[in-house]
T-cell receptor, first 112, second 115 residues
Framework: DGGITQSPKYLFRKEGQNVTLSCEQN?????MYWYRQDPGQGLRLIYYSQIVNDFQKGDIAEGYSVSREKKESFPLTVTSAQKNPTAFYLC???????????FGPGTRLTVL | QQQVKQSPQSLIVQKGGISIINCAYE??????FPWYQQFPGKGPALLIAIRPDVSEKKEGRFTISFNKSAKQFSLHIMDSQPGDSATYFCAASMNPSDSNYQLIWGAGTKLIIKP
């Protein structure tokens, strides 16, 4: 079964802690993305990557970091520098053709 | 110029009625216009998409109407059902070689279908 998996589904973080959200895809897609969604809001792009070992900042990259060491994996680290990290985080991938994006089920992060 | 403006923010439609959501853009370089559907607690999923070389695309009860001169596109849901209740996002992008594969997203419309 091809798809995108995100883990964990729910994550709780204490203030001052870094946490890493996992995103894995077996769709053989080149491009991968991280979005943040706040209640009642649209999607805001955090980071994206077109190829392995390369990634670009999106609109709200401050306080976040990513890596792309493998085509299948694009983990997102929410650092202590992110002042308001409580949100729903969505990972997506794209084959690059007409830019269709396929989304994972999301991780809901709550800061305690 | 990179924005996609979506309206309305929320919409209530009676079961069996037609739901209409509108989007407008400025950048004439956009050449791909998808609509995504998102249920609470889930990731968005592609519903239907259109390229500017056609004025309308229909898939089942869902139709995209595209007006290139007005730089507007809309989603029509015919015979709306309670199961269509979700948040709908329009988006736009340019040719992949120009856009780094980015989608520009509308703010979303929360649709409620009343039984």
């Amino acid at each position: 079964d091809g798809g995108i998996t995100q883990s964990p589904k729910y994550l709780f973080r204490k203030e001052g802690q870094n946490v890493t959200l996992s995103c894995e895809q077996n769709l053989n897609h080149d491009a991968m993305y991280w979005y943040r969604q706040d209640p009642g809001q649209g999607l805001r792009l955090i980071y994206y990557s077109q190829i392995v070992n390369d990634f670009q900042k999106g609109d709200i990259a401050e306080g976040y970091s990513v890596s792309r060491e493998k085509k299948e994996s694009f983990p997102l680290t929410v650092t202590s520098a992110q002042k308001n990290p409580t949100a729903f985080y969505l990972c997506a991938s794209s084959p690059g053709h007409y830019n269709e994006q396929f989304f994972g089920p999301g991780t809901r992060l709550t800061v305690l | 110029q990179q924005q996609v403006k979506q309206s309305p923010q929320s919409l209530i439609v009676q079961k069996g009625g037609i739901s209409i959501i509108n989007c407008a853009y400025e950048n004439t370089a956009f050449d791909y216009f998808p609509w995504y559907q998102q249920f609470p607690g889930k990731g968005p999923a592609l519903l239907i998409a259109i390229r500017p070389d056609v004025s309308e695309k229909k898939e089942g009860r869902f139709t995209i109407s595209f007006n290139k001169s007005a730089k507007q596109f809309s989603l029509h849901i015919m015979d709306s059902q309670p199961g269509d209740s979700a948040t709908y996002f329009c988006a736009a992008s340019m040719n992949p070689s120009d856009s780094n594969y980015q989608l520009i997203w509308g703010a979303g419309t929360k649709l409620i279908i009343k039984p």
